[in-house]
């Protein structure tokens, strides 16, 4: 990412043509892959990313704003002609935190499984820990399953949604179901389940969490 870490304020930056490949094999045991900031604790606000981003890394979080949102602040930010393909938690804007009034414009999320189980989300991926996202909406975008058929046993099934891929512990609402495209690719029938679940589409799998007007 442009930044590590973000504890302050970032607004009104405008990223274009990212083109990232991150190494499988990175010291580090999970990594966070992003246009703008791979760490958030701070607000970012009214800033766009466009480009492509691609990790084959199974303990990973990938957007095209901010990979982490560590309770910080995302508003008005979008994802923009972005594509990202990979196998970690991924998203079009962030993961987790406070995500607001968020959108994406011909996004495209490829997620296939390599270890342990994943999510895409046209938002966000992977929400959790009392995280909210609210007012957030996708336009012709798509999110898809592009790994093998059998990818063994249930706890592997990839979690895909129109706004988040998996909440947990969080909220959603005042989101629209409209604008995206949900693919299962060529998984097995049994293991479809996660792919657009809950919420009218809006998530994938939703565990102990709050969703309300999905029609926003």
């Not at 958030?40 to 981003?53: D, I, M, P």
């Not at 508003?75 to 923009?80: L, V």
């Not at 994938?204 to 029609?215: F, H, P």
Request: aromatic share 6%; glycine share 14%.
């Amino acid at each position: 990412a442009l930044f590590e870490v973000n504890s302050g304020t970032i607004k009104n930056l405008k990223l274009t043509q990212i083109n990232i490949t991150a190494s499988p094999y990175h010291s580090e045991p999970a990594i966070n892959v992003a246009g703008l900031v791979g760490t958030n604790k701070g607000t970012v606000e009214n800033c766009s990313a466009s480009g492509l981003l691609n990790c084959n890394r199974y303990l990973s979080a990938i957007a095209g704003v901010v990979a982490e949102n560590r309770g910080g602040t995302i508003k008005d930010c979008s994802a923009k002609y972005l594509e990202i393909f990979g196998n970690g938690d991924m998203g079009g804007v962030s993961y987790g935190g406070l995500i607001s009034n968020c959108f994406t414009r011909e996004f495209t999320g490829k997620l296939y499984i390599n270890k342990e189980n994943r999510s895409l989300g046209g938002i966000v991926g992977y929400m959790t820990d009392g995280g909210t996202i609210e007012y957030c909406y996708n336009i012709k975008s798509t999110a898809s399953y592009e790994g093998s058929a059998y990818i063994g046993p249930i706890s592997l099934d990839p979690k895909i949604g129109m706004i988040v891929g998996h909440l947990n512990k969080s909220t959603m609402r005042n989101v629209s179901v409209m604008g995206m495209a949900l693919s299962s690719g060529n998984l097995l029938s049994g293991q479809r389940k996660h792919v657009g679940g809950a919420g009218n589409g809006a998530a994938g799998l939703a565990t102990e969490s709050t969703i309300t007007n999905t029609n926003w």
